[in-house]
């Protein structure tokens, strides 16, 4: 099993900047794809950003530029760096995990089987 627990989140201000954090424990493969999503009420979940072991990084168009996806290797730790943050960035915001797959062994990193999922937090930008 691997469980994920979320840290991080909370309110900012257009503008400013915000991280999440995403400590895993549990057996990885040695390729594995992890990722951030996040989800508005009332809106679709959407992928926001992945990071794999081979050290790929992929980016939502919405963010690109603005977020940093990064990990720390040896304790399979996932970070969200959020800069420049909008109020349409307002969402719970889910890290994941696929243990057993790169996200390169996908079509699209997203559909990677995330079948480990973190608690969820919030953030939320005012404007």
């Known amino acids: 099993q691997v469980q994920l627990v979320q840290s991080g989140g909370g309110s900012v201000q257009a503008g400013g900047s915000l991280s999440l954090s995403c400590s895993a424990s549990?057996?990885?493969?040695?390729?594995?794809?992890m990722a951030w999503f996040r989800q508005a009420p009332g809106k679709e979940r959407e992928g926001v950003a992945t990071?794999?072991?081979?050290?790929?990084?992929n980016y939502a168009d919405s963010v690109a530029g603005r977020f940093t996806i990064s990990q720390d290797k040896v304790q399979k730790n996932l970070y969200l760096q959020m800069n420049m943050v909008k109020p349409e960035d307002t969402a719970m915001y889910y890290c994941a995990v696929d243990r057993s797959h790169s996200c390169s062994d996908y079509p699209t990193p997203w559909r990677a089987s995330f079948g480990f999922w973190g608690q969820g937090v919030q953030v939320t930008v005012s404007s």
């Open positions: 549990g057996w990885f493969s040695r390729n594995y794809c």
């Open positions: 990071s794999d072991s081979d050290g790929r990084t």
